[in-house]
């Protein structure tokens, strides 16, 4: 069964430092791997995904995932966070498509607050 | 472009009662997932809709039940509520391609007294 850790339940960083946001998967074979944000009485907001090729993937708003196959990991960065930033992160895998499974399998989140 | 619609946005019943939320997806999407996000937990997959059929479901009890309509919106019954059936209730929609993303709309917080 494929799942996700996202080992910190919150980060604190100041405006304007960088920001990583860490997670890690574990799932057989090839995976696809998802963050989203989600701000306060919302839904999930589509950030960035991994399928294939480059390890760096570039997303919305500034940020940007490494997927590191050997540490089985997909942490996500930005190199200079907003207050504005400040929500809930969630990263997710889903199991690669000869499973056959196409749910999305959630971390428990990480709350991101950004200090002015 | 409309994104992902649900209605209603809250919903209070008591326990035993039934329930039913609607999803629109996004234009030009053709597959719904449905998601249970408890307070504090990252969302749960309840089940997929594709070409009207129940393609993927999750560990959910028959209680939950959907349905895909031709034009692809999609509907969640859920029977007998529980206490525990509190949550916020996630439609996403999608391409059917397992490489294309889910889109997510607001939800609707059902809250089960």
């Known amino acids: 069964a494929q799942s996700v850790a996202q080992p910190e339940d919150q980060v604190n960083v100041a405006e304007g430092n960088p920001l990583t946001v860490k997670c890690t998967y574990s799932?057989?074979?090839?995976?696809?791997l998802f963050w989203y944000v989600q701000y306060p009485n919302r839904g999930l907001q589509f950030l960035l995904k991994y399928i294939t090729g480059d390890n760096l993937v570039k997303g919305s708003y500034g940020f940007e995932a490494e997927f590191n196959k050997s540490q089985t990991s997909f942490h996500l960065k930005k190199p200079s966070a907003l207050v504005s930033d400040s929500a809930l992160y969630f990263c997710a895998v889903s199991a690669p498509a000869e499973t056959g499974r196409r749910a999305l399998t959630f971390g428990s989140g990480t709350r991101l607050q950004v200090q002015p | 472009d409309a994104g992902v619609t649900q209605s209603p946005t809250h919903l209070i019943k008591t326990r035993g009662q039934q329930v039913t939320l609607r999803c629109s997806p996004k234009s030009g999407h053709d597959t719904v997932s449905w998601y249970q996000q408890a307070l504090g937990q990252g969302p749960q997959f309840i089940f997929q809709y594709y070409e009207e059929e129940e393609r993927q479901r999750g560990n959910f009890p028959d209680r939950f039940s959907g349905h895909q309509f031709p034009n692809y919106s999609s509907e969640l019954n859920v029977n007998a509520l529980l206490l525990g059936d509190s949550a916020l209730y996630l439609c996403a929609s999608s391409l059917e391609s397992y490489q294309e993303t889910q889109y997510f709309g607001p939800g609707t917080r059902l809250l089960v007294l």
């Open positions: 799932v057989s074979g090839n995976p696809y």
